[in-house]
């Protein structure tokens, strides 16, 4: 499956954005879908991810109450809603996608190019 990330930006601390992944190329639908991150001289994290169905949700305890990962099957896309942003969330963000659709953690077999979110105080 191939990924196209969308979505960052610069904004405010406090503020909000969506990050979009679309797939193409493969059965988006079987595959559990994760978000990393990775700032500037820090090794790449884990930030969220969603089972096949979206019934199961994981989160890195730095997110956890201020984003909510999310899929709409039907679109083949992820979702990464990230509400009060703080400037530690600058980083590029990459999808990942992981064929066994239950799968946590994600192991990645397809990353998507990433996009920039940048957060200034």
């Known amino acids: 499956v191939q990924l196209q990330a969308s979505g960052g930006g610069l904004v405010q601390a406090g503020g909000s954005l969506r990050l979009s992944c679309a797939a193409s190329?493969?059965?988006?639908?079987?595959?559990?879908m994760g978000w990393f991150r990775q700032a500037p001289g820090k090794e790449r994290e884990f930030v969220a991810a969603i089972s096949w169905s979206g019934g199961s949700k994981y989160y890195a305890d730095s997110v956890k109450g201020r984003f909510t990962i999310s899929r709409d099957n039907a679109k083949n896309t992820v979702y990464l809603q990230m509400n009060s942003l703080k400037p530690e969330d600058t980083a590029v963000y990459y999808c990942a996608a992981d064929p066994r659709g239950d799968s946590y953690p994600i192991v990645a077999s397809s990353w998507g190019q990433g996009t920039q979110v940048t957060v200034s105080s």
């Open positions: 190329g493969g059965t988006f639908s079987s595959y559990a």
